[in-house]
């Protein structure tokens, strides 16, 4: 499932093949982080609702312009907000991002 969504975006243009692994190894560590910090368990149905989540949200942020890099950094907070059900996915309004230090 992951794999033909993501397949889809490369064909359209949203990402290039280099970004592909990035992108995927990403989406797996962001679900991760969730369910641990949830404790709740990791069926079938909640990992493809999680993945629907945070494709929607990659895919809305990529035709607002941003980087993909951005994108990766904010999945985890775009993720949670949807999970926790505070209005949907939201965006902050700024203008000006700055990659978090590593």
Known sequence: M???????????GHIDR????????SF???????????GGP??????????TIMVQAFRERRHEGWSVTRILDAMPALLRTALDGSGGVQTPERTIWVPPSR
């Open 18 to 25: 280099k970004q592909f692994n990035r992108i995927c190894t």
């Open 28 to 38: 797996a560590d962001t679900m991760h982080a969730a369910f641990k910090a949830d």
């Open 42 to 51: 990791r069926t079938q149905h909640e990992v493809r609702r999680r993945f």
């Open 2 to 12: 992951a794999h033909e969504l993501l397949e889809a975006m490369v064909e359209q």
